[in-house]
């Protein structure tokens, strides 16, 4: 089993509207990181969550992380064509304080943004 | 600041064969990642440098893949003999550190086809 899941594998919204994507861990996380990323091309840093209850904010898009440290969810509010896109979480799976150096990915949400 | 840089941007080779991708980091950044996402999957990180010493390799396949960090600036990640299952985006990112919490950029990525 995939140690991040994604949910849902893909979304497809009119614009305007709202939609939530989760992520979540079997693992208490030391950090969770979302990232953007148009097809062919590298991946766009978002936000990074490190605290439990932390939520962050940029624009129209934002994400907060449980306070257990195991789930996170980013929302998009008012939907644009530009937020078309995958979506992928990546989680930091050190315990204890301590970051491991590397990311687990879950395996992206495809979201699709009709005008 | 200039961004990491990858080429080729795209390679088509037959099975077999042998391949090689070059990262440039961005400058003053101690930690690179080399990744391999195969399509509808998230990232999967295959080699860790810190400087130019490895800090983790456990998911490289190291019976057909190989990369170096010469002066711990540039690298490279070389498949040889490739397979059809190498077929994939193949994801350089760059950090200031080699542990959290710190944004790893990513660069364009190569996509490689094995035909």
């Not at chain 1, 899941?5 to 919204?13: G, R, Y």
């Not at chain 1, 079997?26 to 209850?53: A, D, H, R």
């Not at chain 2, 919490?101 to 035909?115: A, D, I």
Request: aromatic residues 10%; hydrophobic residues 30%.
């Amino acid at each position: 089993s995939q140690e991040l899941e994604q949910s849902p594998q893909s979304l497809i919204v009119q614009e305007g509207k709202n939609l939530t994507i989760n992520c979540t861990s079997s693992k208490t996380l030391y950090g969770l990181y979302w990232y953007k990323q148009k097809y062919g091309e590298g991946l766009i840093f978002l936000m990074m969550l490190q605290k439990g209850g932390e939520e962050k904010s940029h624009e129209k898009i934002t994400a907060k992380l449980d306070e257990k440290k195991q789930q996170s969810s980013l929302h998009i509010t008012a939907s644009q064509p530009s937020h078309a896109g995958i979506y992928l979480c990546g989680a930091d799976m050190g315990a204890g304080g301590t970051s491991y150096g590397k990311l687990t990915f879950g395996q992206g949400t495809i979201l699709t943004v009709h005008p | 600041e200039a961004g990491v840089a990858q080429s080729p941007r795209y390679k088509i080779i037959e099975k077999r064969q042998s391949v090689a991708f070059w990262c440039n980091p961005i400058s003053g950044h101690a930690t690179l990642y080399w990744y391999q996402q195969i399509l509808g999957q998230g990232p999967k990180l295959l080699i860790q440098f810190q400087n130019n010493g490895v800090v983790d390799d456990s998911q490289l396949p190291k019976d057909r893949f190989s990369a170096e960090r010469l002066k711990g600036v540039d690298s490279t990640l070389k498949i040889q003999p490739a397979k059809l299952e190498d077929s994939a985006v193949y994801l350089c990112a760059s950090s200031p550190f080699a542990r959290g919490p710190y944004e790893q950029y990513f660069g364009p990525g190569t996509r490689l086809t094995v035909t």
